[in-house]
Protein backbone atom coordinates (compact mmCIF):
# COMPACT_ATOMS: atom_id res chain seq x y z
CA UNK A 1 0.00 0.00 0.00
CA UNK A 2 1.78 3.17 -1.22
CA UNK A 3 0.54 6.79 -0.20
CA UNK A 4 0.22 8.72 -3.26
CA UNK A 5 -0.33 5.84 -5.66
CA UNK A 6 -2.67 2.62 -4.31
CA UNK A 7 -4.56 6.02 -2.42
CA UNK A 8 -4.48 9.27 -1.89
CA UNK A 9 -1.72 10.89 -0.23
CA UNK A 10 -1.87 13.24 2.02
CA UNK A 11 1.03 15.77 2.72
CA UNK A 12 2.10 18.33 4.88
CA UNK A 13 4.65 21.19 3.80
CA UNK A 14 5.92 24.06 5.66
CA UNK A 15 7.74 26.92 3.80
CA UNK A 16 10.21 28.32 6.34
CA UNK A 17 11.23 31.63 6.52
CA UNK A 18 13.91 33.70 8.34
CA UNK A 19 12.15 36.95 8.98
CA UNK A 20 14.30 38.99 6.57
CA UNK A 21 12.59 37.55 3.46
CA UNK A 22 14.57 34.31 2.99
CA UNK A 23 12.60 30.73 2.51
CA UNK A 24 14.62 27.47 3.12
CA UNK A 25 15.29 25.69 -0.30
CA UNK A 26 16.79 21.93 0.26
CA UNK A 27 17.45 19.59 -2.15
CA UNK A 28 15.75 16.71 -2.17
CA UNK A 29 18.48 13.59 -1.91
CA UNK A 30 18.82 10.34 -3.24
CA UNK A 31 16.75 8.59 -0.33
CA UNK A 32 13.65 11.29 -0.82
CA UNK A 33 10.27 9.56 -2.36
CA UNK A 34 10.36 11.37 -5.40
CA UNK A 35 11.69 14.01 -7.85
CA UNK A 36 14.88 13.35 -5.88
CA UNK A 37 17.69 16.25 -7.09
CA UNK A 38 14.99 18.65 -7.46
CA UNK A 39 14.50 21.74 -5.09
CA UNK A 40 11.79 21.39 -2.72
CA UNK A 41 10.67 24.86 -1.12
CA UNK A 42 8.78 22.74 1.78
CA UNK A 43 9.88 21.01 4.79
CA UNK A 44 7.23 17.96 5.32
CA UNK A 45 5.56 15.07 3.97
CA UNK A 46 3.32 12.30 4.38
CA UNK A 47 0.60 12.54 7.05
CA UNK A 48 0.44 9.23 8.98
CA UNK A 49 -2.76 7.73 10.05
CA UNK A 50 -4.60 9.62 13.08
CA UNK A 51 -2.10 12.45 13.15
CA UNK A 52 -3.64 15.48 12.98
CA UNK A 53 -2.35 17.84 10.27
CA UNK A 54 -0.12 20.43 12.66
CA UNK A 55 1.12 17.22 14.60
CA UNK A 56 2.45 16.09 10.94
CA UNK A 57 4.07 19.37 10.06
CA UNK A 58 5.99 19.48 13.31
CA UNK A 59 7.24 15.88 13.73
CA UNK A 60 8.42 16.42 9.85
CA UNK A 61 9.96 19.76 11.07
CA UNK A 62 11.74 17.94 13.90
CA UNK A 63 13.12 14.94 11.75
CA UNK A 64 14.09 16.78 8.68
CA UNK A 65 15.49 19.93 10.12
CA UNK A 66 16.13 19.20 13.81
CA UNK A 67 13.51 22.28 14.58
CA UNK A 68 10.66 23.59 15.08
CA UNK A 69 8.96 27.25 14.10
CA UNK A 70 8.26 29.63 16.64
CA UNK A 71 5.06 30.56 15.08
CA UNK A 72 3.31 29.29 11.78
CA UNK A 73 0.14 30.39 9.90
CA UNK A 74 -2.35 28.09 7.41
CA UNK A 75 -1.50 28.94 3.78
CA UNK A 76 -3.95 26.48 1.89
CA UNK A 77 -4.30 23.47 0.11
CA UNK A 78 -3.21 21.91 -3.01
CA UNK A 79 -3.75 18.94 -5.32
CA UNK A 80 -1.35 17.31 -6.63
CA UNK A 81 -1.55 15.20 -9.53
CA UNK A 82 1.96 13.81 -11.06
CA UNK A 83 2.94 11.26 -13.31
CA UNK A 84 6.18 9.79 -12.46
CA UNK A 85 8.16 7.42 -14.51
CA UNK A 86 4.84 6.25 -15.99
CA UNK A 87 2.81 6.03 -12.93
CA UNK A 88 0.15 8.26 -11.97
CA UNK A 89 0.54 9.51 -8.29
CA UNK A 90 -2.43 11.76 -6.76
CA UNK A 91 -1.48 13.43 -3.33
CA UNK A 92 -3.48 16.33 -1.21
CA UNK A 93 -1.18 19.21 0.53
CA UNK A 94 -1.52 21.39 3.50
CA UNK A 95 1.05 24.22 3.02
CA UNK A 96 1.92 26.49 6.25
CA UNK A 97 4.26 29.55 6.07
CA UNK A 98 6.84 29.16 9.01
CA UNK A 99 8.93 31.14 11.16
CA UNK A 100 12.49 29.33 11.41
CA UNK A 101 15.17 30.67 13.11
CA UNK A 102 18.18 29.93 10.63
CA UNK A 103 20.85 29.00 13.28
CA UNK A 104 18.90 26.72 14.66
CA UNK A 105 18.71 24.22 11.35
CA UNK A 106 20.40 20.77 11.40
CA UNK A 107 19.77 18.59 8.22
CA UNK A 108 19.28 14.99 10.24
CA UNK A 109 19.18 12.99 6.75
CA UNK A 110 21.33 13.87 4.06
CA UNK A 111 19.91 11.52 1.86
CA UNK A 112 16.88 12.67 2.41
CA UNK A 113 18.10 16.59 1.39
CA UNK A 114 21.46 17.04 0.34
CA UNK A 115 21.96 20.67 -0.35
CA UNK A 116 20.50 23.43 1.37
CA UNK A 117 19.75 27.91 0.79
CA UNK A 118 18.11 30.52 2.26
CA UNK A 119 17.22 32.88 -1.04
CA UNK A 120 14.05 34.95 -1.32
CA UNK A 121 11.04 33.21 -2.51
CA UNK A 122 11.48 34.79 -5.90
CA UNK A 123 15.14 33.30 -6.26
CA UNK A 124 14.06 29.71 -8.22
CA UNK A 125 16.63 27.60 -7.60
CA UNK A 126 16.86 24.66 -10.84
CA UNK A 127 15.64 22.47 -11.21
CA UNK A 128 12.37 22.99 -8.90
CA UNK A 129 9.72 20.48 -7.80
CA UNK A 130 7.16 19.39 -10.28
CA UNK A 131 4.32 22.25 -9.84
CA UNK A 132 6.42 24.50 -8.11
CA UNK A 133 4.73 27.43 -10.18
CA UNK A 134 1.43 26.47 -9.22
CA UNK A 135 2.22 26.80 -5.52
CA UNK A 136 4.65 30.05 -6.05
CA UNK A 137 1.75 31.81 -7.69
CA UNK A 138 -0.87 30.62 -5.08
CA UNK A 139 1.15 31.56 -1.95
CA UNK A 140 3.94 34.05 -2.71
CA UNK A 141 1.34 37.36 -1.49
CA UNK A 142 1.53 35.66 1.84
CA UNK A 143 5.46 36.28 2.40
CA UNK B 1 -7.52 -1.98 2.37
CA UNK B 2 -9.90 0.05 3.98
CA UNK B 3 -10.83 3.92 3.46
CA UNK B 4 -10.36 6.05 6.63
CA UNK B 5 -9.57 3.25 8.48
CA UNK B 6 -5.98 1.49 7.36
CA UNK B 7 -5.48 5.10 5.59
CA UNK B 8 -6.91 8.77 6.50
CA UNK B 9 -9.69 8.92 3.79
CA UNK B 10 -10.35 12.49 2.07
CA UNK B 11 -14.61 13.05 1.58
CA UNK B 12 -16.65 16.05 0.03
CA UNK B 13 -19.69 17.50 1.88
CA UNK B 14 -21.92 20.07 0.49
CA UNK B 15 -24.57 22.08 1.91
CA UNK B 16 -26.85 22.87 -1.21
CA UNK B 17 -28.64 25.66 -1.49
CA UNK B 18 -31.77 27.29 -3.92
CA UNK B 19 -29.97 30.95 -3.70
CA UNK B 20 -32.88 31.94 -1.67
CA UNK B 21 -31.82 30.66 2.19
CA UNK B 22 -33.00 27.40 1.59
CA UNK B 23 -30.80 24.06 2.06
CA UNK B 24 -31.58 20.33 1.01
CA UNK B 25 -31.08 17.98 3.33
CA UNK B 26 -32.04 14.31 3.20
CA UNK B 27 -32.93 11.68 5.61
CA UNK B 28 -30.92 8.71 5.67
CA UNK B 29 -31.97 4.95 5.79
CA UNK B 30 -31.82 1.93 7.38
CA UNK B 31 -29.94 0.46 4.88
CA UNK B 32 -26.88 3.40 5.10
CA UNK B 33 -23.81 2.76 6.86
CA UNK B 34 -24.85 4.72 10.23
CA UNK B 35 -26.57 7.41 11.74
CA UNK B 36 -29.98 6.10 10.47
CA UNK B 37 -32.67 8.38 10.48
CA UNK B 38 -30.66 11.48 10.30
CA UNK B 39 -31.08 14.33 8.43
CA UNK B 40 -27.55 14.93 6.12
CA UNK B 41 -26.62 17.57 4.02
CA UNK B 42 -24.39 15.24 1.69
CA UNK B 43 -21.17 13.89 1.04
CA UNK B 44 -19.38 10.88 0.06
CA UNK B 45 -15.31 9.65 -0.72
CA UNK B 46 -13.11 11.30 -3.25
CA UNK B 47 -11.80 8.59 -5.38
CA UNK B 48 -8.37 8.05 -6.53
CA UNK B 49 -6.54 10.02 -9.40
CA UNK B 50 -10.29 12.58 -9.34
CA UNK B 51 -10.10 16.44 -7.96
CA UNK B 52 -11.91 17.39 -5.13
CA UNK B 53 -14.18 19.68 -7.53
CA UNK B 54 -14.71 16.58 -9.64
CA UNK B 55 -15.44 14.53 -6.65
CA UNK B 56 -17.50 17.05 -5.11
CA UNK B 57 -20.14 17.30 -8.96
CA UNK B 58 -20.18 13.53 -9.10
CA UNK B 59 -21.46 12.91 -5.62
CA UNK B 60 -24.11 15.51 -6.17
CA UNK B 61 -25.09 14.52 -9.29
CA UNK B 62 -25.64 10.65 -7.70
CA UNK B 63 -27.26 11.85 -4.78
CA UNK B 64 -29.33 14.81 -6.34
CA UNK B 65 -29.36 13.92 -9.87
CA UNK B 66 -28.06 17.58 -10.74
CA UNK B 67 -24.80 19.37 -11.21
CA UNK B 68 -23.98 22.32 -8.88
CA UNK B 69 -24.29 25.94 -10.49
CA UNK B 70 -22.12 27.37 -8.50
CA UNK B 71 -19.29 26.13 -5.88
CA UNK B 72 -17.97 28.22 -3.25
CA UNK B 73 -15.39 26.26 -0.59
CA UNK B 74 -15.86 26.54 2.90
CA UNK B 75 -13.11 24.92 4.68
CA UNK B 76 -12.05 21.71 5.68
CA UNK B 77 -11.97 19.50 9.00
CA UNK B 78 -10.17 16.62 10.47
CA UNK B 79 -12.23 13.74 11.53
CA UNK B 80 -11.09 11.47 14.17
CA UNK B 81 -14.00 8.87 14.95
CA UNK B 82 -14.37 5.06 15.81
CA UNK B 83 -16.12 2.49 13.26
CA UNK B 84 -16.67 -0.63 14.59
CA UNK B 85 -14.28 -0.54 17.66
CA UNK B 86 -11.82 1.27 15.36
CA UNK B 87 -10.68 4.34 14.64
CA UNK B 88 -10.93 6.34 11.90
CA UNK B 89 -9.31 9.13 10.49
CA UNK B 90 -11.05 11.42 7.54
CA UNK B 91 -10.57 15.20 6.36
CA UNK B 92 -13.28 16.39 4.98
CA UNK B 93 -13.50 18.94 2.42
CA UNK B 94 -16.75 21.69 3.30
CA UNK B 95 -17.90 23.17 0.01
CA UNK B 96 -21.63 25.09 -0.11
CA UNK B 97 -22.96 24.68 -3.46
CA UNK B 98 -25.83 26.60 -5.21
CA UNK B 99 -28.55 23.77 -7.13
CA UNK B 100 -31.56 24.24 -9.83
CA UNK B 101 -34.33 23.92 -7.12
CA UNK B 102 -36.21 22.56 -10.00
CA UNK B 103 -34.01 19.82 -10.79
CA UNK B 104 -33.34 18.07 -7.92
CA UNK B 105 -34.78 14.37 -7.10
CA UNK B 106 -33.85 11.48 -5.30
CA UNK B 107 -31.25 9.59 -6.75
CA UNK B 108 -30.29 7.18 -4.29
CA UNK B 109 -33.36 5.91 -2.87
CA UNK B 110 -31.58 2.85 -1.37
CA UNK B 111 -30.05 5.56 0.99
CA UNK B 112 -32.12 8.23 1.21
CA UNK B 113 -35.47 7.89 2.62
CA UNK B 114 -37.07 11.97 1.64
CA UNK B 115 -35.48 15.13 0.49
CA UNK B 116 -36.56 18.41 1.99
CA UNK B 117 -35.83 21.96 2.11
CA UNK B 118 -35.44 23.95 4.83
CA UNK B 119 -34.11 27.53 6.47
CA UNK B 120 -31.04 26.84 8.40
CA UNK B 121 -32.75 27.83 12.13
CA UNK B 122 -35.39 25.55 10.80
CA UNK B 123 -33.58 22.30 10.52
CA UNK B 124 -35.34 19.43 11.60
CA UNK B 125 -33.92 16.83 14.07
CA UNK B 126 -32.08 14.28 14.18
CA UNK B 127 -29.02 16.03 12.17
CA UNK B 128 -26.20 13.76 10.86
CA UNK B 129 -24.03 14.08 13.81
CA UNK B 130 -20.81 15.59 12.03
CA UNK B 131 -23.14 18.27 10.62
CA UNK B 132 -23.60 20.22 14.37
CA UNK B 133 -20.33 21.16 14.61
CA UNK B 134 -19.63 21.79 11.21
CA UNK B 135 -22.82 24.11 10.92
CA UNK B 136 -21.44 25.89 13.93
CA UNK B 137 -17.91 26.50 12.26
CA UNK B 138 -19.33 27.83 9.16
CA UNK B 139 -22.63 29.09 9.85
CA UNK B 140 -21.45 32.75 8.87
CA UNK B 141 -20.83 31.37 5.14
CA UNK B 142 -24.04 29.97 4.86
CA UNK B 143 -26.73 32.59 5.30
Redesign the interface.
Known amino acids: ?K?GI???G?FVSGICHDGQGNILYRRRGPGARDEQGKWDPGVGGA?E??E??EQCLLREMKEEIGTTPSSFEFLG?R?K?RNLDGV?T?W?GFYYKCLIDPLSVVIGDTQESDLTIWAPFSQHQSPMMIGFEDTYTKFKHRF | MIKGIDFTGVTVSFYCHDGKGNYLLHKRTNRCRDEHGAWDCGGGGLKFGEKLEDGLTREIQEEYGTKPEEIQFLGFDEVFREHEGKPTHWISFRYKVLLDREKVINGEPEKIDELSWYKIEEFPVPLHSQMESALEKYKSFLK
Do not use: A, N
Open positions: MKDCVILMGTIHEFEHL
